[in-house]
């Protein structure tokens, strides 16, 4: 009985640490994803370069992400592909930039199967490092997921970028509140004050 106790517990232990790995993906109960967007606030102080978003998992570049994106000059760094997926950020030189070659990295996240995917990102790294390309971000985020009584809706965040360094955190963090469920609370608890106060006027006649 005793063998079969620990058996059993054993099993269930094992399922378990199974099942937390299987869910590492889900998001957490009681919490929900909320939209997060990313701008380079000065990108336009600096009309002699081309900005490049490259996204990555890990130490691979794009694979699960979303492909390599030229910034416009609204300076937005866009997000897609796996939610965990994060992006570095490259000035490179107008008079340097290889627009066939940053081109080809983008469409289609499915685009290229293992081989090619090593062949292109290894054309891409030579080029980068022959050209002085500077990563002026790193480690963009594009996730997070708030408690579903959170009033926070989205988040936009501003990189104030500089050429020498390479920036990491935001330099601005904009946190868009939706205060109307205060509203539905407040309304809630005036109608449960109410039903208590009738029931009690009830109970004394």
Do not use: H, W
Not at 84 to 93: K, L, T
Not at 99 to 109: F, T, Y
Not at 177 to 182: F, G, V
């Amino acid at each position: 009985m005793r063998k079969a106790i620990i058996g059993m517990m054993s099993g269930i232990f094992i399922l378990l640490v199974l099942t937390a790995n299987a869910k590492a993906d889900i998001i957490r109960p009681g919490y929900e994803p909320i939209e997060v967007n990313n701008y380079i606030k000065n990108i336009n102080d600096f009309p002699d370069y081309v900005f490049v978003g490259v996204s990555f998992l890990g130490e691979r570049m794009m694979g699960m992400c979303f492909p390599l994106q030229i910034i416009g000059s609204d300076g937005k760094i866009l997000g897609g592909g796996y939610k965990f997926c994060n992006a570095d950020v490259y000035a490179i030189e107008k008079d340097r930039f290889d627009e066939a070659l940053i081109s080809e990295g983008g469409g289609s996240i499915g685009k290229y199967n293992e081989s090619q995917l090593e062949e292109y990102e290894g054309r891409l790294k030579n080029y980068f490092s022959l050209n002085g390309v500077k990563k002026v971000i790193g480690s963009v985020n594009f996730y997070t997921a708030v408690p579903v009584t959170s009033t926070q809706k989205s988040i936009a965040n501003y990189y104030t970028i500089d050429l020498s360094k390479v920036k990491t955190e935001p330099d601005e963090i904009d946190k868009e509140r939706d205060y109307s469920i205060y509203i539905y609370l407040g309304a809630a608890l005036i109608a449960l004050v109410l039903i208590i106060v009738s029931i009690v006027k009830k109970m004394r006649r």
